[in-house]
């Protein structure tokens, strides 16, 4: 997931004729095969023999509902697929099948426009899972934390207005030249009260979620940002006006953008580009992200993608892998904390954060979910 295309092998030679597509979906070493209107094979690639245990003379002759349960929830991605013409993806499906015995398989349907009915279904096991499994890392990550932000809340907040008040009272009676001492106690208890309170949102409070406007929020978060730490940097916005509210909470949205455009805006000013540096702000309709609950069978629609990206340094690599844990950071005053809240907040909305970075372009991508028809359905 971290750095990609960065390591991409470039090697010059005469330009040969392209190899026809079949070799090269053969060559390919994920699984890749086509099903007829009725689900019948029409193609496998060698990779997909494997999946699948069998060979493609044997396949061809076959349905896929010889290999699977009528139950299987690849024929609800199929038909969807069929239905609304459209490519869907399912994170986390398993096949539990007596010919068939996988987990954690990300299945990528595609209409194939050239014959009607026709799907072609790509598989993998591998990078989707791991996202997933970064995205439960990331949340064990936030948690670590819950306790002791309920307990520094606690804690700390009341004595803390106390040593304020104190301070507050004797800078009316003390001498000029102590007065700076006094100012310095009170600035410095607000400096902790504010990192407490950024702790308190890791509590495990049930969120309140409702309609939000995705743009309102990003247009609140734009203002803020070029009005104080992003003041220089141009913020560019491809928005997709038709799309529906997320179902979640406003408050937190905009605390999650915001850290996302202050880490941006701080990428840029670091990296010494900020005479050409970017933000941009990206919303858009994905039709097929869904993302399985775990411990059930449900599945949740993720549709709502929101994408900040920058043209900065990058993500050191020594980070990439800790980026969402409590206290990661690279910079001398940074507390670490932006990317845990981030994550925290947008797992307890059921969301997904999906990274890609190298140098030049960083982008994180929030994918959300929409209000429900019954938001008493929702998690
Ligand atoms: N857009 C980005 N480009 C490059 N590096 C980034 C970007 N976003 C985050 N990082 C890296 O991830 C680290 C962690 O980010 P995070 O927001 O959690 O903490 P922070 O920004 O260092 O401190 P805080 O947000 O608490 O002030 C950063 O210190 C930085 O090294
Ligand atoms: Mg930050």
Not at 96 to 108: E, N
Not at 155 to 176: H, T, W, Y
Request: hydrophobic share 45%.
């Amino acid at each position: 997931m971290s750095n990609r295309s960065m390591f991409a092998v470039v090697t010059r030679s005469e330009p040969r004729p392209m190899p026809d597509s079949m070799a090269i979906l053969s060559a390919l070493a994920v699984p890749v095969l086509v099903l007829a209107y009725d689900n019948t094979f029409r193609f496998v690639n060698q990779a997909a023999e494997q999946f699948l245990g069998l060979s493609s003379s044997q396949l061809l002759a076959m349905r896929m509902s010889d290999l699977l349960t009528p139950d299987s929830p690849l024929f609800a991605l199929l038909a969807q697929v069929r239905d609304a013409d459209v490519t869907i993806s399912d994170h986390a499906m398993s096949f539990d099948s007596p010919r068939l015995r996988k987990h954690s398989i990300t299945v990528q349907g595609s209409p194939l426009h050239e014959e009607s009915g026709c799907v072609v279904l790509v598989m993998q096991d591998a990078s989707a899972a791991r996202t997933l499994d970064r995205q439960l890392t990331f949340r064990s990550a936030a948690r670590s934390v819950t306790g002791m932000a309920a307990i520094l809340a606690h804690e700390v907040k009341n004595p803390l207005s106390g040593i304020r008040g104190a301070a507050q009272l004797l800078e009316a009676s003390v001498s000029e030249a102590d007065q700076e001492l006094t100012v310095l106690i009170r600035e410095e208890a607000d400096r902790i009260r504010d990192l407490v309170e950024r702790m308190e949102i890791f509590g495990e409070k049930p969120i309140e979620r409702g309609p939000v406007n995705i743009h309102r929020v990003l247009e609140r978060v734009r203002l803020l940002a070029q009005a104080g730490f992003a003041a220089r940097i141009p913020v560019r916005e491809i928005y997709d006006p038709s799309l529906p509210s997320v179902f979640g909470n406003r408050d937190q949205l905009v605390q999650v953008i915001l850290n996302l455009v202050k880490n941006a805006a701080e990428a840029i000013a670091s990296g010494g580009s900020l005479a050409n540096g970017e933000i941009i702000l990206i919303t858009a309709y994905q039709h097929g992200m869904r993302l399985a609950i775990s411990g059930t069978d449900q599945r949740m629609h993720l549709p709502l993608v929101v994408t900040v990206r920058d043209n900065g340094p990058g993500i050191p690599d020594d980070i990439m892998p800790h980026l969402f844990d409590p206290f990661v950071t690279s910079k001398p005053t940074g507390s670490g904390l932006g990317l845990a809240l981030v994550a925290k907040i947008i797992s307890d909305h059921g969301g997904l954060v999906e990274v890609d970075s190298r140098p030049g372009r960083t982008e994180f991508r929030l994918h959300l979910p929409m209000l429900p028809d019954d938001p008493a359905d929702a998690l």
